[in-house]
């Protein structure tokens, strides 16, 4: 399922806490976003459409809950981003960070202990 990096922001305040009246999802994106009320509720709309979230009723207002797991769509979109930049390898990937975004000491140690997990695994 593909969804927009706009409708991305909206997942993830729903991914954080649900279920989400559209008040309180507006309210939860006014310190980061400069969206109006109506850009979230189309937002909401599109991600209902889309099979993303669900909602149900409660008096007179709809609480919306996401369907699309985080996990998932950061798979999809994680997968995406390797077969159409790096040929679906990590090797690559990995050094692109390293020589534009400088990897922190505490980045390569975790990439350290993660190698040595991934050969422990195939041994």
């Not at 909401?44 to 207002?61: P, Q, V």
Request: proline share 3%; glycine share 4%.
């Amino acid at each position: 399922m593909q969804i927009s990096e706009a409708e991305s922001i909206v997942m993830e305040v729903l991914w954080q806490q649900q279920p989400l009246a559209a008040e309180d999802v507006v309210a939860a994106l006014a310190p980061s976003q400069d969206w109006q009320e109506a850009t979230i509720k189309t937002l909401l709309n599109r991600l209902l459409k889309k099979g993303a979230i669900c909602a149900s009723k409660e008096g007179r207002r709809y609480l919306y809950s996401p369907v699309l797991q985080r996990a998932d769509w950061v798979n999809t979109e994680s997968s995406g981003l390797l077969d159409r930049l790096f040929d679906g390898r990590v090797a690559p990937l990995v050094a692109h960070f390293s020589a534009h975004r400088k990897l922190s000491a505490e980045d390569v140690s975790q990439l350290r202990e993660l190698l040595a997990e991934i050969d422990d695994e195939r041994r």
